[in-house]
Nanobody, 121 residues
Framework: HVQLVESGGGLVQPGGSLKLTCTAS????????VAWYRQAPQNEREMVAE???????HYGDSVKGRFTISRDNAKNIVYLQMNDLKPEDTAVYYC???????????????WGQGTQVTVQS
């Protein structure tokens, strides 16, 4: 059994900062590719940040320069540091990770339950 849990969401004012955490638990050998997605009401799900096994990162255009994804492999934790938040960042944020349960190059994709981020004056 493998589980992803997001935390750190909340209500912040425009220009504020928030740090999200994605914690993986269960039978885990290693975590491969990881991405953060978000979905606002009435909108489709959007990729905001991703990080590869080698540490390469990629960000959605709307968050470049403001968000930073990082990972702590020893703790099976992935972070999303969000700075200079804007009202349009309001959404439920989801962690998506490819996780290997045994040694080798193969893994499966898992999703967290989401954490709400609200940016409001």
């Amino acid at each position: 059994h493998v589980q992803l849990v997001e935390s750190g969401g909340g209500l912040v004012q425009p220009g504020g900062s928030l740090k999200l955490t994605c914690t993986a638990s269960g039978s885990i050998f290693g975590i491969n590719h990881v991405a953060w997605y978000r979905q606002a009401p009435q909108n489709e799900r959007e990729m905001v940040a991703e990080i590869t096994n080698g540490g390469s990162t990629h960000y959605g255009d709307s968050v470049k320069g403001r968000f930073t994804i990082s990972r702590d492999n020893a703790k099976n934790i992935v972070y999303l540091q969000m700075n200079d938040l804007k009202p349009e960042d309001t959404a439920v944020y989801y962690c998506n990770a490819n996780i290997a349960r045994v040694a080798g190059p193969f893994g499966f994709d898992y999703w967290g339950q989401g954490t709400q981020v609200t940016v409001q004056s």
